[in-house]
């Protein structure tokens, strides 16, 4: 089991940058993969979250293409945070901001594929 503990949102520009954290509590961190998701405010239903991007035990990535070239997922198992950096950002990003950990055994995309989630943080982008 792991607890998962998001943090760095905030209200920024179009076109500035913000870096996420995600902090997991548990032994095993390494052996999951690791995602962010997002839900903008009246997306329904609300256990509904959109995919951003993944980054499986072993390191390889994936991303949603409205934010490919624009945000980069990592991870630091020795100190068991996964982070997403976000540049070039655009009101169409704002969002609740989810980190979230899977068991499947290839890279998930899709929301209820993950056993585990933090509790979000508030991305606003103004224009």
């Known amino acids: 089991q792991v607890q998962l503990v998001e943090s760095g949102g905030g209200l920024v520009q179009a076109g500035d940058s913000l870096r996420l954290s995600c902090e997991a509590i548990?032994?095993?961190?390494?052996?999951?993969?690791m995602g962010w998701f997002r839900r903008a405010s009246g997306k329904e239903p609300e256990y509904e979250r959109d995919?951003?991007?993944?980054?499986?035990?072993?390191?390889?990535?994936y991303y949603a293409d409205s934010v490919k070239g624009r945000f980069t997922i990592s991870r630091d198992n020795a100190k068991k945070t996964l982070y997403l950096q976000m540049d070039s950002l655009k009101p169409e990003d704002t969002a609740v901001y989810y980190c979230?950990?899977?068991?499947?055994?290839?890279?998930?995309?899709?929301?209820?594929?993950?056993?585990?989630w933090g509790q979000g943080t508030q991305v606003t982008v103004s224009s």
């Open positions: 548990g032994r095993t961190f390494s052996r999951y993969n």
């Open positions: 995919f951003v991007a993944v980054t499986t035990s072993g390191g390889t990535t």
């Open positions: 979230a950990a899977s068991t499947e055994p290839y890279a998930p995309t899709v929301w209820r594929q993950y056993d585990y």
